[in-house]
């Protein structure tokens, strides 16, 4: 059975995939007092911060404990505010048997505090310690997370609660807003499954196909990981405080999908989201949109006007998924209504929305002609029950390519697979310049997600020399395949 099998038999068939899950119920309760979001922290005056990697307990609902690993006794952990340009060390401590690996989603840093083992970071040994000593550019929207690698071990790397919000704060604030929220969106417990369960496409069904193989590899799926139980900011739909907000208000939204496993969807009833980042990344066309879709790894910065008192489900729209913890509520003062949940009115994202309107890339200053790399996804299903699936970019698991400092690159993406993936490049920021063949440009991000057999392009100039990792930030195709390695001549 595939995914869209399994989808079209609807919530029946999706409850049995869950069963096979040790969760719980997440029984929806009346609001309990929490410690709300995650503490923020800013470095000390000597530029000082501390993290530590030791066991965590994450209270979804007060009858819905989980266990896992987490930075600074939480998880997520707290929301790590530098200063553009200002040097900071980052002391982590490491609780664990195992060595990790802590990584700076979207800053562009030298391969030895990249934190990652393919670069040649060191390891934080376990029960051991290590510096990081980095200087955050760009200012935005960040995130830290572990970047260990899991194989079939569903309690290492980003299957564990080690990840976090990093906000690089910009040397002048832009746009105005009433008050910030940062959303890490994430699921738990994960659990091997043949069935292809995911509901985390980006495109509607008559998006083309440019890369749909004319033979397709029917042999039987491998195993896939799958969650039955969710959170935002580490509490249930409705076990956590809600956000309480008053009419006129504009709210700035920070979210980030933690996700080690799925893309996701995000909307609020009777509100409209205008998308001012993604990434991090100010967009050159500010846009309105009902829904919010985010791969794994991704953030959109996005704010609410406040003009519609009531009380509202902030959520994902698949309701199973929201029912299952994906949400929050969003209370008005002095308002008593039941919170009320509106599915947007499409679940189409398109990037290019926020794009700049005039065409073709920007120009990079010291850019010549952009050189281009093909980089073609296949996936080779593992053939059954107790098997993994691997990937292959062109052709075998983890391949290297050689850059050359100075050059503009275009790399396209063809993503001859049957799923959406999210693919990262690290140490470097890049422009999308196509999707599907409709050309974009004005949109700098570290994480794009190509549609299933679908094809995207982005560019960027090789001006960070050392080793820089490339994969799908869905942990299990990174580990089975899914990545390769640029290394500068
Ligand atoms: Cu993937």
Known sequence: MNRRDLLKLGPLALAAAASRSSAGQIVMLPTAPSEGGSPHLTPSAAGDINLRISPVTVELAPDRILSTIGYNGSSPGPV?????????????????????????????????????????????????SRTYQFTPTLAGSRWYHSHAMAMSDLHKGTFTGQFGFLYVEPATNPGSYDQELFLALRDWEPFF??????????????????????????????????????????????????????????????????SAIENRRISLGGHKFQVIALDGNPVPNPAPVDCLFLGAGE???????????????????????????????VEYANQHKQPQWIAPSTLIWDYTLFASKTTGPAAQPGSGPVQNIDMIFEKIPGGGPGKFNTFTVNGKPSPEFTLHQGQRYRLTYRNRTDDAHPLHLHRHQVELV????????????????????????????????????????????????????????
């Not at 956590?240 to 920070?254: A, K, M, S």
């Not at 063949?437 to 960027?460: C, H, M, N, W």
Request: aromatic share 6%.
């Open 80 to 128: 790590l505010r530098l200063k553009e340009g200002k040097p900071v060390t980052v002391h982590v401590t490491n609780d664990t048997d195992t060595p990790e690996f802590v990584h700076w989603h979207g800053l562009l840093l030298p391969s030895e505090v990249d934190g990652v083992e393919e670069e040649n970071t060191p390891p934080v040994p376990p029960h051991g």
């Open 193 to 258: 499954t043949t069935a292809m369960v995911d509901m985390d496409e980006n495109n509607d069904p008559n998006a083309p196909q440019p890369e749909k193989p004319q033979v397709l590899n029917t042999a039987p799926n491998g195993l896939e990981v799958t969650s039955t139980t969710y959170s935002i900011n580490g509490k249930a739909l409705g076990a956590g405080e809600p956000i309480r907000v008053r009419e006129g208000q504009r709210v700035l939204f920070h979210f980030l999908n933690a």
């Open 434 to 489: 196509d999707i599907n063949g409709k050309p974009t440009s004005g949109l700098i991000k570290d994480t794009i997600v190509v549609p299933l057999y679908g094809r995207a392009s982005v560019e960027f100039t090789a001006n960070q020399p050392g080793l820089s990792l490339f994969h799908c930030h869905i942990q299990q195709h990174m580990d089975y395949g899914f990545k390769a390695l640029f290394r500068y001549a």
């Open 299 to 329: 953030r959109i910065c996005a704010t609410v006007e406040m003009n519609n008192p009531g009380n509202w489900i902030l959520g994902e729209p698949t309701d199973l998924i929201r029912n299952a913890g994906l949400g929050v509520l």
